[in-house]
């Protein structure tokens, strides 16, 4: 199917599919093999109506990591920094928790998410170009899940780590050198690292749910902390700029990153630590989608902003959404795995789907409270039999709206539950990893581990 007859269902279908699933406003890019669309619809703020164009600029949140991860490869193609060397070769006084970790993660452990200690860490270190330096040397008390290599867990301050070398190589800020190396040779010109360039934007600004279920609000806040640049707190680009940097992951590098270097971040580095959950693992800064490869992304999700980016190197094709608010999962659903279908005949995996008919299943070795540092997660059971999932969020996260309501775990296949009712087509999967002395499950594994804190 051509892109152009593409386009034009897009643009009659659009409209209805943010209303249905409650998305203020969104933009939409799809490029394939030379050629590109690009759409709008809603607004970019429920507030104000300013309505949202093809050139409105939305946060990409962790997509951001794939632009870390680049500045690093870029930094490995000149010789001045080895994947598997340690970090603590580049940033000496580097420590964490455990002191035999910080001695021997390496670069390349952070960059596929298997650096062991908790990465969920959001401390506001200010504003200044001082900002990550500052947030990185935070991490000294930051507790070591397990050891660095042996499981994939999610790590927002493992990229802030390595934002943090590229400053030290570069000698200069994050968001310069994320500007002077990829946003302006490539010339991506709507790229804005913080508020302050965003303002010269036509900006979307986050909506969450109202704590008493009625219409969505204009977010509290619109970044998180500056410190989490590198990990994803703070960029926001139009689409077609996002694809401007998503191309060059389809063209070899195209000069900015060598074929060898976007070649390694494409190969799976880490698998998905349990079955059932989604996506097939980790490459270097992309996530790989699918069991066979041929789909690499990465999702964003900031304080009400929600962004994808989905790319089929083989085929030449890459497509973005950004959202600003509602079910923007189900949008995505309803959007890009038949955008990707169409466009390259590739079928990506549906999400996990509830059992018709759940099984009774022994849950004893999963209750218990599992802790971090963004919430407490507590695994419960009724006197009815049903077992329930109850989040409660700490630090920024209280201001992020209404806690969730207590959601009910069916198994779903192993040490893997699933939750049964959800607003969204997509139901969350957890699974439960490794055994502590006692029987119970170590590890509640969403994406991220996070560890038992009861015995």
Known sequence: MSLDVIGSALRDSLPPLLARHQVPGAVLAVYADGAQIDLAHGVLNTRTGVEATTDSIFQV??????????????????????????????????????????????????????????????TDTGRGDDCVARFVASLGDTPQLFPPGAMLSYNNAGFAVLGRIVEVLRGRPFDACLHAYLAGPLGASTVATDAYEAILHRAAVGHLRAEDGGPLETAPIWALPRSNSPAGSMLAMSARDLLLFARLHLRAGDGLVSQDAVKAMQQRAADRPAPGMPGAGWGLGWEIMDDSGSVIGHDGGTIGQAAFLRLVPDRNVAVALLTNGGDASSLYLALIPPLIRALTGVVLPPPAAVPSSPAPFDASRYL????????????????????????????????LGPPSPPQELVHLTDDTLIVRTHPGTAHPVYAFVGTTPSGHARFLHGGRATLRATP
């Open 61 to 122: 949140g962790s997509i951001t990591k794939v632009w870390t991860t680049t500045l690093v490869m870029q930094l490995a193609d000149e010789g001045r920094l080895e994947l598997d060397a340690p970090v603590r070769r580049y940033l000496p006084e580097f420590r964490l928790g455990s002191a035999d970790a910080a001695a021997t993660v390496t670069i390349r452990q952070l960059l596929c998410h298997t650096g062991g200690f908790e990465g969920d860490l959001f």
């Open 368 to 399: 218990g409270v599992y802790s971090s540092r963004v919430a407490d997660l507590t695994v419960s059971q009724d006197t009815a039999g049903r077992v329930w999932l109850h989040d409660a969020p700490k630090g920024i996260f209280t201001q």
